[in-house]
């Protein structure tokens, strides 16, 4: 069981530092946002061509918006971006839709390496939404507190209750199996 434990744990801690390696954007509703390239350190074209990509669940590569000697293009039902400074991948107005998984690709002249980099953008919850969530709690909390307060009161000491009865029954049962195996024991030696 120790050991079933620890290797839980060490998958875990992985897991968090392969996570961590990947860059996290996040953005406010609505708002617009910049996200670094992490495949090129330089504003130079040192490269063919740059691409930004947005992965889905599946790991599929959907291409947004690609540059190279030609200049800038546009990849076909990508969504409406541009390129920012040091080949960073501008979107304005996100919403909830825009968030997941972002893949800057580098193809390098003959000879070099390409390189791939992925950011990760969340966005936050839209104003309207917030504000939703918040009334809906505060009225149903006002409405049912006095019948919140009695179950809160109430649940604990059936609970204790429920408690205390299950051990004096043990302790009972206890105390028979005990008296049990003595009163037998003693027979037997009387027996012998
Ligand atoms: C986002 O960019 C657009 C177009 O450049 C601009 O009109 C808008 O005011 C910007 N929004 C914010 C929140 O900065
Ligand atoms: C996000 O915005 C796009 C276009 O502006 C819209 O089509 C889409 O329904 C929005 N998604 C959400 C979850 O609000
Ligand atoms: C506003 C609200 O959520 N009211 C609820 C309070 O609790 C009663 C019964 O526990 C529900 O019927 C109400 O809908």
Redesign the pocket.
């Known amino acids: 069981m120790p050991e079933v434990t620890l290797l839980i744990c060490l998958c875990q801690l992985l897991l968090v530092r392969y996570a961590a390696l990947i860059p996290q954007v996040d953005a ?1 509703c ?3 946002v910049t996200l670094p390239c992490p495949a090129v350190n330089q504003e130079n074209m040192d490269f063919l061509a740059l691409a930004w990509y947005k992965e889905d669940s599946n790991g599929k590569r959907h291409g947004i918006i690609r540059k190279s000697d030609d200049g800038v293009m546009a990849f076909e039902n990508g969504r409406t971006a541009s390129f920012g400074t040091m080949h960073s991948l501008l979107l ?2 996100v919403n909830a839709s825009d968030e997941g998984t972002y893949l800057c690709a580098m193809s390098a002249n003959v000879g070099g390496q390409n390189k791939d980099a992925r950011v990760e953008l969340t966005v936050r919850v839209c104003r309207t939404e917030v504000q939703l969530t918040t009334v809906n709690y505060v009225t149903s909390s006002r409405a049912n507190q006095t019948s919140q307060v009695c179950n809160e009161v109430h649940i604990p000491q059936t609970w204790s209750l429920l408690g205390f009865g299950a051990v004096a029954a043990v302790k009972i049962l206890l105390s028979i199996i005990t008296i049990k195996v003595i009163r037998s024991r003693c027979l037997k030696r009387r027996r012998s």
Do not use: R
């Open positions: 406010d609505n708002g617009n304005n107005w």
